[in-house]
T-cell receptor, first 110, second 115 residues
Framework: SQQGEEDPQALSIQEGENATMNCSYK?????LQWYRQNSGRGLVHLIL?????REKHSGRLRVTLDTSKKSSSLLITASRAADTASYFC??????????FGQGTRLTINP | GAGVSQSPRYKVAKRGQDVALRCDPI?????LFWYQQALGQGPEFLTY????????KSGLPSDRFFAERPEGSVSTLKIQRTQQEDSAVYLC?????????????FGQGTRLTVV
């Protein structure tokens, strides 16, 4: 089974609105990573947050990490049609195995 | 190369046929992963290499699946006697370090269709 579980499974919003996706995990982590996948393409790394960090920003992206609740959130502000994609969180199991959740399918409506 | 390269991009195999999928990681990357992704699902871990050593193959679904990375660079995922349930996109990823403290770079994947 996958380590990360994203919530919601699907999200549809209007262009310009903010989109929030959540990820829960079960074991202790060194870091948590978020990736984006456009239809029919490979995954693209968005942001990595380390276990000693609580929040991280990259452009319109904001990631939070709550290790006490074993959860993370990804916020995309001022969404654009080009943000339409699937978003996955990933954590490392054991020492080295990078494991993904089932993803959130985000649709931005123009 | 500039990124992770996978070939072929598309493969149609008749049931029972053997297939070999190739991954060229970014030069110098220590870690290499193979994932299987069904339509609408997240990538499912198959196997992991650190240089030429296969450290984890717990995700390989059966003994028909075999992966190798003999010189610590190019990797091949082989599926013997393909079955319809093997139809999926197979993704390869590489990362610079061995502890996944840096991002993983993905190839475009190989879409395998078993008919």
């Amino acid at each position: 089974s996958q380590q990360g579980e994203e919530d919601p499974q699907a999200l549809s919003i209007q262009e310009g609105e903010n989109a929030t996706m959540n990820c829960s995990y079960k074991t202790s982590i060194n870091n948590l990573q978020w990736y984006r996948q456009n239809s029919g393409r490979g995954l693209v790394h968005l942001i990595l947050i380390r276990s000693n960090e609580r929040e991280k920003h990259s452009g319109r992206l904001r990631v939070t990490l709550d290790t006490s609740k074993k959860s993370s959130s990804l916020l995309i502000t001022a969404s654009r049609a080009a943000d339409t994609a699937s978003y996955f969180c990933a954590t490392v199991q054991g020492a080295q195995k990078l494991v993904f959740g089932q993803g959130t399918r985000l649709t931005i409506n123009p | 190369g500039a990124g992770v390269s996978q070939s072929p991009r598309y493969k149609v195999a008749k049931r029972g046929q053997d297939v070999a999928l190739r991954c060229d990681p970014i030069s110098g990357h220590v870690s290499l992963f193979w994932y299987q992704q069904a339509l609408g699902q997240g990538p499912e871990f198959l196997t992991y290499f650190q240089n030429e050593a296969q450290l984890d193959k717990s995700g390989l679904p059966s003994d028909r699946f075999f992966a190798e990375r003999p010189e610590g660079s190019v990797s091949t995922l082989k599926i013997q006697r393909t079955q319809q349930e093997d139809s999926a996109v197979y993704l390869c990823a590489s990362s610079l370090d061995r502890f996944q403290n840096t991002e993983a770079f993905f190839g475009q994947g190989t879409r395998l269709t078993v008919v």
